[in-house]
């Protein structure tokens, strides 16, 4: 950081104050308002002039309260980052919240989390180390699929402006930029918003997004977003505790879950909420892997039990040790310690029936029958491998490894997509990639 950056912003803080410093009078105020994208855009323009006693929108009156309130947020310092303190929000504001969050079906897990679970959730809700964290992850990413944009301008009796202008899909439409006598700075300062907010009409363009009525529900779910996994293994643990258990005589425990989700490799496709199966999802790493080495595990979970961990325990290190013999997978995890690759163990082994049987399919559709036959003869020794949603590597008795398909270049553990020719897979294909039936050899030659 520059030694000059640290007064660049109340200089120009400064420079915005001065504009309404001796006479803060206001002669106009033009607000544009507008969004596009998907649907339909809107656009509203609005005009509101000073009149005696104070001021008018067309023919009705504005009080000059409101036009105080906005002059008034405007001079107050700059507030650099979101914060509970910044947003004018306390721990009392934050217990009130807590009777206000829906238990809707977005809001399943709240609904349906056990007494433990939901304990959790408001101790941390309530706590404003907790959300002073988890509040800047509000402004952090793109969340809608319009573009909004807010410019208000004031202008003075002598012919001077400031800027008030945001193009922001955030909570309360900041940050915002005030700009003044050629300078600009940047403020999280919610009384703009609430400010921009009381000069608008009802339904005028992206008053709502101002004001955002749903604040404490994008809080909360921000909150059991950085929760989810203690929450998911609190639903464990009060569901399977004796396997969690188990597994921990041999194993870290780092995420566990039990849901009905499905994939190439395992589960059950949904069909209207019939037929469904639910997995205890867990991933483990032993003390001895690779740090970016660990087992994906699922097993089933009926009838209030998990079945399999006792299988697990005694064969699934056979397949570590396949896994972690193959020189140049090895050699790939010690070279790119941030990639992440899991064995993945399905029911009673790591290469389940459902995987084979799409793995035979797609092999149909490549005209490479002959090597989903060889796959088949050692379908019990052969060990799967997942980078990302939908790259997956088979990992064969004799240490060659093959490519069955990808999504992400990240999945080609080290090559380039122009080394493989790739069709559209026959089941669970994604938007990118496809499936291959590469070959490598242990040494990290591609055969075929």
């Known amino acids: 950081m520059s030694k000059y950056s640290l007064v660049l912003i109340p200089l120009t803080f400064f420079a915005i104050v001065s504009a309404f410093g001796a006479d803060p009078s206001v002669h106009k105020i033009e607000i544009k308002s ?14 509101i002039q000073s009149a005696a006693g104070g001021y008018k929108l067309g023919r009705k009156r504005v009080g000059t309260t409101s036009v105080d309130a906005l002059v008034a947020a405007i001079q107050q310092a700059p507030i650099g980052k979101p914060s509970l303190e910044g947003l004018g929000l306390t721990e009392l504001w934050l217990h009130e919240q807590l009777a206000g969050i829906p238990r809707k079906p977005s809001w399943w897990k709240l609904k349906g989390g056990s007494p433990r679970q939901n304990a959790l959730f408001e101790k941390s809700f309530t706590d404003p180390n907790f959300v002073d964290n ?124 039990i849901n009905p989700y499905h994939d190439v490799a395992f589960g059950k496709k949904w069909n209207k909420g019939k037929g469904e199966e639910e997995n205890l999802h867990a991933t483990l790493q032993r003390s001895t892997f690779p740090k970016n080495f660990y087992d994906t595990l699922i097993l089933l979970y009926k009838n209030g039990e998990v079945s399999g961990a006792d299988a697990f325990i005694r064969n699934a290190g056979q397949d570590e040790g396949l896994v972690l013999s193959v020189p140049w997978f ?54 799967v491998l997942n980078v990302g949603y939908g790259d997956y590597w088979l990992v064969m ?48 030659v591609l055969v075929h």
């Open 134 to 257: 988890v509040l800047p992850s509000l402004f952090e990413f793109s969340r809608t699929d319009d573009y909004p944009s807010v410019e208000v301008t004031l202008s003075r009796e002598d012919g001077s402006t400031v800027t008030i202008s945001s193009h922001s899909q955030y909570s309360f439409m900041l940050p915002w930029n005030i700009s003044a006598n050629g300078t600009t700075f940047s403020t999280f300062n919610p009384r703009v918003s609430a400010a921009i907010a009381s000069l608008m009409p009802n339904k005028t363009t992206n008053k709502e997004r101002i004001i955002d009525s749903d604040f404490n529900v994008e809080l909360a779910e921000a909150v059991m977003k950085h929760l989810e996994r203690d929450w998911n293994l609190l639903g464990v643990e009060d569901k399977a505790g004796s396997t969690l258990a188990l597994l921990r005589t041999e194993y870290t425990v780092k995420t566990a879950d």
């Open 34 to 47: 507008s969004w596009g994208g998907l649907g339909v855009p809107q656009q509203t323009q609005l005009v």
């Open 330 to 383: 090895v050699q790939l995890l010690a070279k790119y310690p941030r990639l992440g690759v899991s064995l993945l163990w399905v029911h009673q082994q790591s290469f389940s029936d459902k995987a084979m049987k799409n793995f035979a399919a797609d092999m149909h559709a490549l005209g490479k029958d002959s090597l989903a036959e060889e796959v088949r003869k050692v379908q019990q020794d052969v060990a």
């Open 397 to 444: 008795p004799d240490r060659r490894m093959i490519l069955w398909r990808y999504e992400s270049v990240i999945g080609l553990l080290g090559w380039q997509k122009s080394d493989f020719s790739a069709k559209e897979c026959t089941d669970y294909g994604g938007v990118t990639g496809g499936c291959v039936g590469a070959v490598v050899s242990p040494d990290g």
